[in-house]
């Protein structure tokens, strides 16, 4: 089915490429903002939005006390039934929403069968295999790097050349790089010569203003369209 | 890897063969009994558990009303407080322990990648695959069969056949089939000649008392022995 002779391997990117990364995240402060309405503190459901948009932004995405410095700012007492409350509705609504993209499954099931499948991706290690987890799909791949070193972050190719080492593949032409971002994924999969594929679920990104190192190779809109540059027919459904 | 002139399929058992569907039921309808406690009913929970189970035997799994009739049987007025305690609950257990045999995913998932796999179940259409979208396993399977009317229930050999048709298979003797009940798994792969493969985790059953008909081709007692029978060397986790 697929050209053999074509690609040996292809690895993606994780956040807003196999899941819904922002719309998650997004879901799960607004509940946790409602949530803190609801346990009694009075609120602007938006501007207690855009607070917490900064605090995020100031204190980075893995620092473990946003709701704190949100209820300070709100000027409320750090009490921890407020933080639970907001705790609780962040993770409920994480739970619900940790879900891979339409396609996302069968096609990573498709190519498995004919090709490596990877993923590289950058962030803490545990809270990236928790994702996998919640998405089911922790199993799939032949090889998983995660750079939780800064230093390493794409568009370093530390990432690609680990996992290319443990595939034991040498020829980066020989390999798809799918991901969301133009200055991570693609340039880091371009400036190793990586086939680089930009996943644009919402047509946001105006290739016509990339410069050419910036320029990925495809661009998808459908997940499942990463299937036909593999080589495979487009993929369907069974019911 | 897998030694292709060998078997063409495999085909699963879904209930306590791919998931421990009697400890998440038990566990379930356990924690509804002690919700119908904290909502103020006055119970001793081994008895009450052992009315439920007198009450799930009588009117069968799939009836509607199991925790209505508890509550009858318990001296107490239907309120639909009360149902939603106990319904909430056993949800909820079974939200959290709905969930694959260790080993199942990855067998399935190296399996796939040579030989097509199947699943063959007995029940409700829309339960059974509300199962296997909690497994996250929806979409592994090259077919599934669940036979809905209690005639054609293994042993039956319709859900087997209608398989067989599906994927275009004509020699049973290339085909596994793997499930956990001596009188409905075992006996229906035998009788149509599918190599039949009994999982029995806890060793329940004792093959010296079968009769040759009801005695299955292969015995195992961790998922992952399938993959050997089916050819492959015994799988291991990647970390």
Same mark, same amino acid.
């Not at 803190?36 to 995020?56: C, S």
């Not at 199993?139 to 070193?149: A, E, G, K, S, Y």
């Not at 971002?181 to 010569?193: M, P, R, W």
């Not at 680089?196 to 661009?219: A, H, M, Q, T």
């Given at each position: 089915?697929?050209?053999?002779?074509?690609?040996?391997?292809? &690895? &993606?990117?994780?956040?807003?490429?196999? &899941?819904?990364?922002?719309?998650? =995240?997004?879901?799960?402060?607004?509940?946790?903002?409602?949530?803190?309405?609801?346990?009694?503190?009075?609120?602007?459901?938006?501007?207690?939005?855009?607070?917490?948009?900064?605090?995020? =932004?100031?204190?980075?995405?893995?620092?473990? $006390?946003?709701?704190?410095?949100?209820?300070? $700012?709100?000027?409320?007492?750090?009490?921890?039934?407020? @933080?639970?409350?907001?705790?609780?509705?962040?993770?409920?609504?994480?739970?619900?929403?940790?879900?891979?993209? /339409?396609?996302?499954?069968?096609?990573?099931?498709?190519?498995?069968?004919?090709?490596?499948?990877?993923?590289? =991706?950058?962030?803490?290690?545990?809270?990236?295999?928790?994702?996998?987890?919640?998405?089911?799909?922790?199993?799939?791949?032949?090889?998983?790097?995660?750079?939780?070193?800064?230093?390493?972050?794409? /568009?370093?190719?530390?990432?690609?050349?680990?996992?290319?080492?443990?595939? $034991?593949?040498?020829?980066?032409?020989?390999?798809?790089?799918?991901?969301?971002?133009?200055?991570?994924? @693609?340039?880091?999969?371009?400036?190793?010569?990586?086939? =680089?594929?930009?996943?644009? /679920?919402?047509?946001?990104?105006?290739? $016509?203003?990339?410069?050419?190192?910036?320029? /990925?190779?495809?661009?998808?809109?459908?997940?499942?369209?990463?299937?036909?540059?593999?080589?495979?027919?487009?993929?369907?459904?069974?019911?």
């Amino acid at each position: 089915m697929v050209k053999k002779e074509k690609f040996d391997a292809i &690895f &993606f990117d994780l956040d807003d490429t196999l &899941f819904n990364s922002s719309l998650m =995240s997004q879901t799960a402060r607004r509940n946790a903002i409602r949530a803190l309405k609801e346990a009694g503190i009075e609120l602007d459901e938006d501007t207690a939005f855009g607070i917490l948009l900064d605090i995020v =932004s100031k204190y980075g995405s893995n620092y473990n $006390e946003h709701f704190d410095r949100l209820i300070e $700012e709100l000027g409320y007492e750090v009490h921890p039934k407020l @933080i639970a409350a907001a705790v609780v509705a962040y993770h409920n609504t994480k739970f619900g929403l940790l879900r891979p993209f /339409p396609g996302v499954i069968l096609t990573l099931l498709t190519l498995m069968k004919s090709i490596k499948i990877g993923l590289i =991706s950058d962030g803490i290690k545990v809270k990236q295999w928790e994702k996998l987890t919640y998405l089911g799909i922790q199993h799939f791949f032949d090889v998983v790097v995660i750079n939780d070193l800064p230093s390493q972050w794409k /568009p370093s190719n530390v990432g690609f050349k680990t996992a290319m080492k443990k595939l $034991e593949l040498t020829d980066p032409t020989r390999i798809i790089y799918v991901g969301n971002k133009i200055e991570t994924d @693609i340039l880091g999969a371009n400036k190793i010569g990586i086939v =680089s594929v930009l996943f644009d /679920p919402n047509r946001y990104i105006e290739v $016509e203003k990339l410069s050419e190192k910036e320029k /990925p190779i495809f661009i998808i809109h459908k997940f499942t369209e990463v299937a036909e540059i593999a080589g495979f027919k487009q993929i369907g459904w069974r019911f």
